[in-house]
């Protein structure tokens, strides 16, 4: 599921494994982490949210009740939802999701039998090859 229309974009895929909510924390959190959306941004309610990802919407209470317990976001009765204007959290937030795909590489890497080493080895190497492949004649 795919939501437009709006500052925020998720995209959904319930085929995934992770949780729904999950889904919406993580995509949300990128997004703040990296400028897309930002400080005192207002968010789809929670009703708006459900409908519009049509998703059950305790997926989107425990999201948003999640990302405020987190600082991520502030929820304010009566005005709506917004990201919060934390600029440590920014910077936390990126680094979290850095890290959780460093781990997610890893784990890859070793399950097809790369030592760390080896990984981090293959990385020195990666960006000038990255960026020669995606170089537009």
Do not use: C, W
Not at 57 to 73: D, F, N, R
């Amino acid at each position: 599921t795919v939501m437009k229309d709006t500052a925020l974009q998720l995209s959904l895929n319930p085929s995934l494994g992770q949780p729904i909510y999950r889904q919406i924390m993580d995509g949300i959190k990128a997004q703040v982490a990296s400028g897309r959306l930002k400080a005192g941004e207002r968010l789809p309610s929670i009703r708006d949210l459900a409908s519009t990802l049509r998703i059950n919407p305790s997926s989107a209470v425990k999201a948003y009740s999640e990302l405020e317990h987190q600082g991520i976001i502030s929820l304010d009765q009566g005005r709506g939802t917004f990201v919060s204007a934390n600029p440590e959290l920014l910077k936390e937030s990126r680094e979290e999701i850095l890290r959780a795909e460093i781990e997610a590489l890893l784990a890859k890497a070793r399950t097809l039998g790369f030592t760390q080493e080896e990984l981090v080895k293959k990385l020195r190497q990666s960006p000038s090859h990255i960026v020669q492949k995606r170089r537009v004649p």
